[in-house]
């Protein structure tokens, strides 16, 4: 059965700092996604990373896929407040066994 | 609004009660999923179709839990006889079976259990 791990769980840093969200998975996956949750909504999509070595960024955040590590990592450069939210990566065996399975979350606050 | 849209947005029930959620996806999309998520956790896979047909259930999907989707467009999701550990935000997202193309949320529905 296909496990996601997300880490840290929770992640408290200041304004302007730059920190590494990591998420593992236990098997080949065709594709990976990073999405951001503000509390009481839904789910906003944020990347998806396609193949080995993929990277996108938008703005401070920047993502990153290596398939044979089984590893994802969302980096977050000179964080500001307003990205605090949760951060969930989640995986896709499309092909194969065609849900998405979510990590339980990175919750990430940036002091002032 | 062309995004997927939930209704209602939110319930509360007593327990014993049943209760009907609807899923509206993106018109184009043909997958559509259902997802529980509760306070502090991810969202959990209960089940998915490709266009009509059902085509996984999750563990978490009791006998009192059942999805339909009956011409490939919008989705129910009943509960049974509620429990209070139904308790939870319910979201459906859309996407289409394709490689480059993400799966996008509603709004979710949130269930109370009284």
């Known amino acids: 059965e296909l496990k996601v791990e997300q880490n840290p769980l929770f992640l408290s840093m200041q304004e302007g700092k730059n920190y590494t969200i990591y998420c593992n998975y236990s098997?080949?996956?065709?594709?990976l996604y990073w999405y951001r949750q503000d509390p009481g909504k839904s789910l906003e999509s944020l990347f998806v990373?396609?193949?080995?070595?993929a990277v996108k960024q938008e703005g401070r955040l920047m993502a990153s896929l290596d398939t044979k590590a089984r590893l994802s990592t969302l980096h977050i450069t000179a964080a500001v407040h307003d990205l605090s939210a949760t951060y969930f990566c989640?995986?896709?065996?499309?092909?194969?066994?065609?849900?998405?399975?979510f990590g339980k979350g990175t919750r990430l606050h940036i002091l002032p | 609004d062309t995004g997927v849209s939930q209704n209602p947005r939110h319930k509360i029930t007593k327990r014993g009660q049943n209760v009907t959620f609807r899923c509206d996806p993106i018109?184009?999309?043909?997958?559509l999923y259902w997802y529980r998520q509760t306070l502090g956790q991810g969202p959990e896979f209960l089940t998915y179709?490709?266009?009509?047909?059902?085509?996984?259930k999750s563990r978490l999907l009791s006998d009192r839990f059942s999805a339909e989707r009956p011409k490939g467009s919008f989705s129910t999701l009943e509960i049974q006889r509620t429990e209070q550990g139904d308790s939870a935000m319910y979201l459906c997202?859309?996407?289409?079976?394709?490689?480059?193309?993400?799966?996008?949320f509603g709004q979710g529905t949130r269930l109370t259990v009284v």
């Open positions: 179709f490709q266009n009509e047909a059902q085509l996984e």
């Open positions: 990373l396609l193949s080995n070595g």
């Open positions: 098997t080949t996956s065709d594709r």
């Open positions: 997202a859309s996407s289409l079976s394709s490689v480059r193309v993400r799966a996008f």
């Open positions: 989640a995986v896709d065996m499309s092909g194969r066994d065609d849900k998405i399975i």
């Open positions: 018109s184009e999309h043909n997958r």
